[in-house]
């Protein structure tokens, strides 16, 4: 027969269990080439190899020209992404 360890554990209760104790990431990724999926999730925006292809897509989509979107260089993947940037004036 084993012995059991003398530091008895504490009892936990199932409720304990399933909480989600890190709330926030460890890290904010940068939202000019992430865009926000839910509350606990990130994915990457789409990109374009050329900035012709984005221009392309973005004239066929006359309600997010309205909205002031721009087709821009991504920074973190050098490639054409579509969406607002900061230093829109």
């Known amino acids: 027969m ?3 360890s003398q530091c008895p554990t504490p ?15 460890p890290f904010r990724p940068d939202p000019e ?4 999926k839910s509350q606990h999730g990130w994915k990457a925006k ?17 309600r997010l020209r309205a909205q002031g979107y721009k087709v821009y ?3 973190v993947c050098q490639k054409w992404h579509i969406g607002h940037t900061k230093d829109d004036e």
């Open 11 to 25: 009892p936990q209760t199932k409720s304990n269990n399933r909480r989600y104790r890190n709330k926030r990431p």
């Open 46 to 62: 789409v990109s374009y190899e050329t900035e012709d292809d984005a221009w392309e897509w973005l004239n066929q989509q006359p």
């Open 73 to 75: 260089r991504c920074r």
């Open 33 to 36: 080439h992430w865009t926000r």
């Open 2 to 4: 084993k012995k059991r």
